[in-house]
């Protein structure tokens, strides 16, 4: 679904479309790079000079709850963001930080555990961790 269609999705349940939510989705729903929400504030900011990050927290909030994208959490660092709400996998270079994605066959896992835990399993979330090919590149010629 591209932007427009999710906005007016959501006007229908009674949230507002804004210009800047627009431009805030939009970003989203093109970019690969699971940015953070400083880099979507940045990059709406050279659309829009009066949005405020409050702003972009807001809306990214808001469409965290209504499902349309994932908030990626790694402690210390700053939360990323991905316009792809669907179940995929993401690859974390600990070099650089970088944020990839990885489409391959899901784990269906939630059926065991509910019944070897007894947890209402809502999802999972599973991560690789590596080297970027660009971070090996830049050790190779050091």
Do not use: W
Request: net charge neutral; hydrophobic share 35%.
């Amino acid at each position: 679904m591209n932007a427009i269609g999710i906005l007016k999705q959501l006007k229908d349940k009674g949230v507002r479309f804004t210009p800047q939510r627009q431009a805030i989705l939009e970003f989203l729903l093109e970019t690969r790079s699971h940015p953070t929400a400083d880099e979507i504030y940045h990059h709406v900011k050279a659309k829009f000079p009066g949005v405020s990050l409050g702003t972009i927290y807001n809306t990214l909030n808001m469409l965290k709850e209504h499902g349309h994208l994932l908030e990626l959490s790694y402690g210390d660092m700053a939360s990323r963001f991905d316009g792809n709400p669907n179940n995929h996998y993401h690859i974390v270079c600990s070099k650089c930080g970088k944020v990839a994605d990885f489409h391959g066959p899901l784990i269906n896992m939630e059926q065991e555990v509910m019944e070897k835990s007894g947890f209402l399993i809502l999802g999972h979330r599973m991560e690789f961790y590596g080297v970027c090919p660009e971070c090996r590149n830049n050790e190779q010629m050091n």
